[in-house]
T-cell receptor, first 113, second 114 residues
Framework: GAGVSQTPSNKVTEKGKYVELRCDPI?????LYWYRQSLGQGPEFLIY????????DSGLPNDRFFAVRPEGSVSTLKIQRTERGDSAVYLC???????????FGPGTRLTVL | QQQVKQSPQSLIVQKGGISIINCAYE??????FPWYQQFPGKGPALLIA?????SEKKEGRFTISFNKSAKQFSLHIMDSQPGDSATYFC?????????????FGTGTQLKVEL
């Protein structure tokens, strides 16, 4: 079946703008994670959803970042008033509840000019 | 605070050789230690993982060695092939509350030369 998909693959925006990044998890995966990967670094955890609710949002860097998953499937990561430091690849992963394995999407490369 | 330290940053190995990547962690509560492989433009993909109740796990050419007392674990790639050239990340997590929040190392860029 299809893997985790993320759109857009690339997003270029200007400082101060609002962006939305979308993640389509593998069908049936109730656990969904967002990570941020800066150049030359490992992914850093942002937020974890179990179903529709955010079970752990301890990795969100500040209140400009917000994520939703209204129907327990697709998730959207929203970033307000973007800053140049937000430039990174944003990765989404999903897994089956009770499984250790997370399946990652290809990421969205966000560039803030 | 970097909770998972990874070395080396880059590694060049001859085809057929052994690639070894090392990681050290700080949080003794971690109970899951996976290794991920990432190709350019792709998301990380799980290679192999280990729990702290075993000292070694082997899957094909990939082996994890785990030393709980030293809080260290390593990835060995036997008979390294050019197709193994990628970036490798170790990670650790605490499997509680149904979640699996991964803490990643900084990555090792492996190049396997002919």
């Amino acid at each position: 079946g299809a893997g985790v998909s993320q759109t857009p693959s690339n997003k270029v925006t200007e400082k101060g703008k609002y962006v939305e990044l979308r993640c389509d998890p593998i069908s049936g995966h109730t656990a969904l994670y967002w990570y941020r990967q800066s150049l030359g670094q490992g992914p850093e955890f942002l937020i974890y959803f179990q179903g529709t609710g955010a079970a752990d949002d301890s990795g969100l860097p500040n209140d400009r970042f917000f994520a939703v998953r209204p129907e327990g499937s697709v998730s959207t990561l929203k970033i307000q008033r973007t800053e140049r430091g937000d430039s990174a690849v944003y990765l989404c992963a999903s897994s089956v509840v009770g499984s250790d394995t997370q399946y990652f999407g290809p990421g969205t490369r966000l560039t803030v000019l | 605070q970097q909770q998972v330290k990874q070395s080396p940053q880059s590694l060049i190995v001859q085809k057929g050789g052994i690639s070894i990547i090392n990681c050290a962690y700080e949080n003794t509560a971690f109970d899951y230690f996976p290794w991920y492989q990432q190709f350019p433009g792709k998301g990380p993909a799980l290679l192999i993982a280990i729990r702290p109740d075993v000292s070694e796990k082997k899957e094909g050419r990939f082996t994890i060695s785990f030393n709980k007392s030293a809080k260290q674990f390593s990835l060995h790639i036997m008979d390294s092939q050019p197709g193994d050239s990628a970036t490798y990340f170790c990670a650790a997590s605490l499997l509680t509350g149904g979640g699996n929040k991964l803490t990643f190392g900084t990555g090792t860029q492996l190049k396997v030369e002919l």
